[in-house]
Structure formats: structure tokens, C-alpha cells
């Protein structure tokens, strides 16, 4: 196993280590940081650069103190508009989060996020380490999913042409399309036109 280890120059707290496996295992990309709760926009906007360029052509794994306690995971959604934009990061980026109960305080602040489905298990909450009011969170990496690239097919939104969509879509009545339409139906004729 060799180590490559990277110091962020961004205001967030952070260390990016490049794992590589044994010939032909592949690598994994392990980020380990802290975002203080009154971070600033500026700050956010390098912790978002940081985890779309680890992003670009690695299997990563990103356990962080994000201190965004008002996301609810179940529904992914977020009552605040930092927390909204680090919800739009974890989206726009495909990440998964993997931590399934609160750890602290009855929220969940310390994260594990991946891009590999099959790459992280057994994700359990410790005790704190030391004076700290942190728990830990211990989980492992499956070699296995190391090398293995996803066949799922996934849109590139950062490519699209936004203005393009928005000009199609407002060329519907939505009005007249939508009127007396329950829900689902409503739900199903938007992405039918979206598509």
C-alpha cells in the first residue's frame, strides 16, 4: 500500500490521502476534515472546489464534521441556505451518505460520503476519543469496490445548457397542461416534457 498525502490550501480544515492498492486493486482517495459551524461562504465555496476536484476521476471516501445539523438525510432536504448548498454539492457530485444514525447530540454532523456504492460498510458509531465531544465513526473499505468503476449511468449536469431547458419548458402552458391533474399525473407529465 503506498500513501500520497495532500494539505488543502483553502481555508477548511483538511487532509486528502491517495491510498493505492496492490497491483491491479486500484486507489482510494480519503478525505478527513472540519467545517466549523460559522464558516463562511467563501469557506464553503473551497470545501465544495476541493470535493469536486478530488471527485474527477477517483473513488473517494470524505468522513467530515460537516456541522450542518438541520439536514434530514431521509428526505434530503435542508432548512437553511448553507445547508442547501452543501446538500447541492453532495447531489451534484453523486455522493452517498453512508452514516445511518444520529452520532451526536441526535444529529448527524460527522459523515461519511462516498462515490462508491459497494466501497464502504459496517459503518458504526464509536465513543469519543480522548476530551473531545466528537464520537468517532469507524467503517471499512472494501478493496473489492476499489478498482471497480460504476456502470450505473449518470447525466453530467455541470455540462448542460440550463438557458436551453429553461426556453423549452417555458414554451408549455403549464396552466392549461397541469389543470385538474392530481399529483403523480402532474408529476409524471413534467418529467415526460422535462425529458
Not at 490550501?9 to 476534515?33: C, F, H, R, Y
Not at 435542508?78 to 442547501?84: I, L, Y
Request: aromatic letters at 8%; glycine letters at 8%; proline letters at 4%.
Amino acid at each position: 500500500m503506498e500513501l500520497h498525502l495532500g494539505m488543502d490550501q483553502d481555508p477548511m480544515k483538511s487532509l486528502w490521502v491517495k491510498i493505492k492498492g496492490n497491483t491491479g486493486a486500484g486507489e482510494v482517495t480519503v478525505g478527513v476534515g472540519y467545517r466549523p459551524p460559522d464558516q463562511d461562504n467563501r469557506a464553503d465555496k473551497a470545501l465544495y472546489r476541493q470535493i469536486g476536484a478530488a471527485l474527477c476521476s477517483q473513488t473517494v471516501v470524505l468522513t467530515v464534521d460537516f456541522n450542518h445539523p438541520s439536514v434530514c438525510w431521509k428526505d434530503n432536504t435542508a432548512g437553511h441556505k448553507p445547508t442547501k448548498k452543501f446538500l447541492e454539492c453532495v447531489d451534484d457530485n453523486f455522493l452517498l451518505q453512508m452514516v445511518e444514525e444520529p452520532i451526536r447530540k441526535g444529529a448527524m454532523l460527522d459523515l461519511v460520503l462516498t462515490n462508491n456504492e459497494g466501497l464502504v460498510a459496517n459503518v458504526e458509531p464509536k465513543s469519543s476519543l480522548g476530551c473531545s465531544d466528537h464520537n468517532m465513526v469507524e467503517f471499512k473499505t472494501l478493496r473489492v469496490a476499489w478498482g471497480v468503476r460504476s456502470k450505473l449511468t449518470t447525466l453530467d449536469f455541470r455540462r448542460a445548457d440550463f438557458g436551453f431547458l429553461s426556453d423549452l419548458l417555458g414554451r408549455v402552458t403549464w396552466v392549461k397542461t397541469l389543470y385538474e391533474r392530481e399529483g403523480q399525473g402532474s408529476w409524471l407529465l413534467f418529467k415526460d416534457h422535462l425529458l
